[in-house]
């Protein structure tokens, strides 16, 4: 059973507006959660966190969303660059931590 | 330097033949993992090791084994390559000190072709 899903496989958007990044998760034990991203041939890079007590967390052009109720949680990057074109992975552990459980990913294509 | 390193970085290999990838960390990292990838499966834990006198089962062990030989060191050993075993393995490391979200560091992958 895939407790993080990215039902999205794909995203493309054009250079400057805002991409929005989705993740839903079905053990509600998780309580923290991360975001990776992964360009072709080098291993995933980590982008940014969120604890449950919190429901956002933002760092420059990337902000992470997390509603508890819905099991959901997204990543918004605003503006856009095609430098952000890459392969991004949500992933979440129960407790401080402790391993990691990833999603399948989502392609993110960022238009000039 | 990188923080974490793998060898080799691409192997071909065929059926039944044992294979070894290596990992090793500059980074002082207690805890390290090792991951594979395929294509619109993700990212699956193997084993992980949260010390050198610890090693655990991920969700995906079957066929496969772990060493740890130091802090800096772990590799992941298929004792009888086959087909399905194909995919980009990734070793991770990650310092339970630093508290909150367990943030990994990736190595660069290891692409395993077994024909």
């Known amino acids: 059973d895939q407790q993080v899903k990215q039902n999205s496989p794909s995203l493309s958007v054009q250079e400057g507006r805002i991409s929005i990044l989705n993740c839903d998760y079905t053990?509600?034990?998780?309580?923290?959660f991360l975001w990776y991203k992964k360009y072709p041939a080098e291993g995933p890079t980590f982008l940014i966190s969120i604890s449950s007590i919190k429901d956002k967390n933002e760092d420059g052009r990337f902000t992470v969303f997390l509603n508890k109720s819905a099991k959901h949680l997204s990543l918004h990057i605003v503006p856009s660059q095609p430098g952000d074109s890459a392969v991004y992975f949500c992933a979440a552990s129960e407790g401080a931590n402790s391993k990691l459980t990833f999603g399948k990913g989502i392609t993110l294509s960022v238009r000039p | 330097d990188a923080d974490v390193t793998q060898t080799p970085r691409n192997r071909i290999t065929k059926t039944g033949k044992r294979i070894m990838l290596e990992c090793s960390q500059t980074k002082g990292h207690d805890r390290m993992y090792w991951y594979r990838q395929d294509p619109g499966l993700g990212l699956r834990l193997i084993y992980y090791?949260?010390?050198?006198?610890?090693?655990n089962k991920g969700e995906i062990s079957d066929g496969y084994s772990v060493s740890r030989q130091a802090q800096a060191k772990f590799s992941l050993s298929l004792e009888s390559a086959i087909p399905n075993q194909t995919a980009l393995y990734f070793c991770?490391?990650?310092?339970?000190?630093?508290?909150?979200?367990?943030?990994?560091?990736f190595g660069p992958g290891t692409r395993l072709t077994v024909l």
């Open positions: 991770a490391t990650s310092d339970p000190r630093s508290g909150g979200a367990d943030t990994q560091y």
């Open positions: 053990n509600s034990m998780f309580d923290y």
């Open positions: 090791s949260f010390d050198v006198k610890d090693i």
